[in-house]
């Protein structure tokens, strides 16, 4: 078993820190954002300590943006305060968010996320008929099932136990991620380990040679589309226009790398986190075998209590947020993985409640640049449940020691289970 954290919020001494920022606001959270693995039933647990009365509500912790080592951040922690820093695009903007390419000398931002509003409308309107419900009904629905009954079956033919999150959640939604996207299956193991190293290896040694090797594959995969003309999106991507013209090269490639980017991690985590809570809790388990209907509100409830990612913006002009002054180059972060059960929103924040009413969680993000992809993110955690639970008996974790998770996009990278 994991030694049990205990989280600090001790103020600590920063070198150089700016002249606007408090000292006693100056906390040390890396424990809050998902680095460290936990063992805890409920991997988020830790957050609650956010909503303490002695808490500050803002607070600057060091080294808070990952992609820029030794750069501190605002860390807002409560509901309405993340309502403020997503829904006011003009102060806080998404400029050079996850902008991983940079790092091998591009110049052009992921897109759509990386453009702020007005402009950003204009990309999503080209954008936003390949993700929407319709499509997600009418074009994608059939292929999502198709791929989870297969993975099902290598997982169950004449076994009583699985790496569930290593041989199906890792899998499934990549295998989605490649139809749609036209690229080859077989792309599938050098994708995600290209991906795993640009976001999760701290070595640039290791970083860069990744990042440069998919941004090589995607230029040599879009000369193919140009050639080809194949079905499907990446095609209507170089066809696309934007305000009448045609999409410049540095726009094909934004679009692409994000999309490539955003599509083959967070569903994957998000399902092993929610298989493993269920391998934990036998009544859930079997409520939702009983109840298949109840899926649908159980995922959203899902999706709040196991927030994934905490977005940053970059402050536009000097402003506030609860009081607390916050100056144009700033970078503020919003930890949904504590706004997600702020009590003054959510009633009994840290309950699974699966027919939780009213559930505006932000682990899509929130205004404008809610996630685009959140439709097909639900549906294809919806197949998984509902192919799944009729064709496994009642699991559990395979040995007490497979409860190890990262309340972060690292999730759950092996979760054995067993019928």
């Given at each position: 078993?994991?030694t049990?954290?205990?989280p600090?919020?001790?103020v600590?001494?920063?070198?150089?820190?700016?002249?606007?920022?408090?000292p006693?606001?100056?906390?040390d959270?890396?424990w809050?954002?998902?680095?460290?693995a936990?063992?805890?039933?409920?991997?988020?647990?830790?957050?609650?300590?956010?909503?303490?009365?002695?808490a500050?509500?803002i607070?600057?912790?060091?080294?808070?943006v990952?992609?820029?080592?030794?750069?501190?951040a605002?860390?807002?922690?409560?509901?309405?305060d993340?309502?403020?820093?997503?829904q006011?695009?003009e102060t806080?903007?998404?400029e050079g968010?996850?902008a991983?390419?940079?790092?091998?000398?591009?110049?052009?931002p992921?897109?759509?996320?990386?453009?702020?509003?007005?402009?950003h409308?204009?990309?999503?309107?080209?954008l936003?008929?390949f993700?929407?419900p319709k499509?997600?009904?009418?074009?994608?629905?059939?292929?999502?099932?198709?791929?989870?009954?297969?993975?099902?079956?290598?997982?169950?033919?004449g076994?009583?136990?699985?790496?569930f999150?290593y041989?199906?959640a890792?899998?499934?939604?990549?295998?989605?991620?490649?139809?749609?996207?036209?690229?080859?299956q077989?792309?599938?193991?050098?994708?995600?380990d290209?991906?795993?190293?640009?976001l999760?290896?701290?070595d640039?040694?290791?970083?860069l040679p990744?990042l440069?090797s998919?941004?090589?594959?995607?230029?040599?995969f879009?000369a193919?589309?140009?050639?080809?003309?194949?079905?499907?999106?990446?095609?209507d991507?170089?066809?696309?226009t934007?305000?009448?013209?045609?999409?410049?090269?540095?726009e094909?490639?934004?679009?692409m790398f994000f999309?490539?980017l955003?599509?083959l991690?967070t569903?994957a985590?998000?399902?092993a986190?929610i298989?493993?809570?269920l391998?934990?809790?036998?009544e859930?388990?079997a409520?939702?075998?009983n109840n298949?209907a109840?899926?649908?509100?159980a995922?959203?409830e899902f999706?709040?209590?196991?927030?994934?990612?905490?977005s940053?913006?970059l402050?536009?002009k000097?402003?506030?947020?609860?009081?607390?002054?916050v100056?144009?180059?700033?970078?503020v972060?919003?930890?949904?993985?504590?706004?997600?059960?702020?009590?003054n929103?959510?009633?009994?924040?840290?309950?699974?409640?699966?027919d939780?009413?009213s559930?505006?969680?932000?682990?899509?993000?929130g205004?404008p640049?809610?996630?685009?992809?959140?439709?097909?993110?639900?549906?294809?955690?919806?197949?998984a449940?509902?192919?799944?639970?009729?064709?496994?008996?009642p699991?559990?974790?395979?040995s007490?020691?497979?409860?190890?998770?990262?309340?972060?996009?690292?999730?759950v990278r092996?979760?054995?289970i067993t019928?």
């Open positions: 078993m994991l049990e954290m205990k600090r919020m001790d600590v001494h920063v070198e150089n820190l700016p002249d606007h920022v408090p006693e606001l100056v906390r959270l890396d809050a954002f998902g680095y460290a936990v063992d805890y039933d409920e991997p988020f647990r830790e957050t609650e300590r956010f909503f303490d009365a002695d500050p509500r607070m600057w912790a060091p080294n808070a990952r992609s820029k080592p030794g750069l501190g605002w860390v807002v922690t409560h509901y309405d993340i309502t403020q820093v997503y006011d695009a806080f903007s998404t968010a996850a991983y390419q940079w790092l091998a000398g591009e110049t052009w992921n897109i759509p996320l990386g453009i702020d509003p007005p402009d409308m204009k990309y999503r309107k080209l936003n008929p993700f929407s499509a997600v009904d009418q074009v994608l629905d059939a292929n999502m099932r198709k791929h989870a009954k297969i993975l099902l079956q290598e997982c169950v033919d076994r009583t136990s699985c790496d999150s041989e199906f890792r899998v499934f939604p990549v295998r989605v991620f490649l139809d749609l996207m036209g690229f080859p077989e792309m599938l193991e050098q994708f995600l290209w991906e795993n190293k640009i999760h290896s701290p640039i040694e290791v970083k990744a440069k998919i941004l090589a594959y995607l230029r040599e879009l193919t589309v140009r050639r080809d003309s194949p079905d499907g999106i990446t095609t991507i170089v066809n696309g934007i305000d009448g013209r045609p999409l410049t090269e540095d094909i490639m934004g679009v999309l490539w955003g599509g991690d569903v985590a998000t399902l986190m298989f493993r809570r391998a934990l809790d036998s859930m388990q409520y939702l075998r298949p109840a899926i649908p509100d995922i959203e999706l709040r209590s196991q927030p994934l990612v905490n940053q913006r402050v536009k000097d402003t506030e947020i609860n009081g607390v002054k100056k144009k180059g700033d970078w972060l919003c930890l949904v993985a504590a706004g997600n059960f702020d009590p929103e959510f009633s009994d924040p840290r309950k699974i409640m699966l939780r009413p559930n505006r969680h932000f682990t899509f993000s205004g640049h809610r996630c685009m992809g959140s439709h097909i993110a639900r549906r294809e955690l919806r197949i449940l509902e192919e799944i639970l009729p064709n496994i008996p699991f559990t974790l395979k007490d020691a497979d409860r190890s998770v990262h309340p972060g996009l690292m999730s092996n979760l054995n019928w």
